[in-house]
């Protein structure tokens, strides 16, 4: 069981700081900081845009993070705001949209080098683990 617990963590956190450290290097290119690949990323495939609340539930950020990363984007001329203030939809400009098709691109090249050499049933079974475990932690902490 210890063992299991090692390989577990061990291997997330290996994964999760090459993912930190691949968002840095290729948002630097664009004057960005890692933390904002994300954000762009789902306005990027929500073109009906989405509330500050919704990239916080989508991006598994806390309000603070997300509305610094907001004002970010928006101080740099890739996101907009609705009418309204509170709960306005977000939306990326056509700077945005130009920034978030080449951030999808190295997305797609990453995820392709890291599934590298596996199946496409292999990659099935391990995504489908991987939330399982992550539902099973979620419910442990409600």
């Given at each position: 069981m210890l063992r299991r617990f090692e390989d577990f963590v061990t291997g997330i956190t290996?994964?999760?700081?090459?993912?930190?450290?691949?968002?840095?290097?290729?948002?630097t290119e664009f004057g960005l900081k890692g933390t904002h690949v994300m954000c762009l990323y789902f306005l990027h495939?929500?073109?009906?845009?989405?509330?500050?609340?919704?990239?916080?539930?989508?991006?598994?950020?806390?309000?603070?993070?997300?509305?610094?990363?907001?004002?970010?984007?928006?101080?740099?001329?890739?996101?907009?705001?609705?009418?309204?203030?509170?709960?306005?939809?977000?939306?990326?400009?056509?700077a945005g949209e130009a920034v978030a098709q080449r951030v999808d691109a190295?997305?797609?090249?990453?995820?392709?080098?890291?599934?590298?050499?596996?199946?496409?049933?292999e990659r099935a079974v391990f995504y489908s683990a991987l939330d399982h475990i992550a539902e099973n932690l979620r419910n442990e902490l409600k």
């Open positions: 290996v994964c999760y700081k090459y993912i930190q450290r691949i968002k840095s290097l290729e948002m495939h929500h073109v009906e845009g989405l509330t500050a609340a919704q990239l916080c539930q989508l991006c598994a950020e806390d309000k603070a993070a997300i509305s610094r990363t907001l004002a970010a984007l928006q101080e740099k001329g890739f996101i907009v705001t609705g009418e309204k203030k509170y709960r306005a939809a977000l939306r990326l400009t056509e190295l997305i797609e090249r990453w995820v392709d080098c890291g599934g590298d050499g596996l199946t496409d049933e």
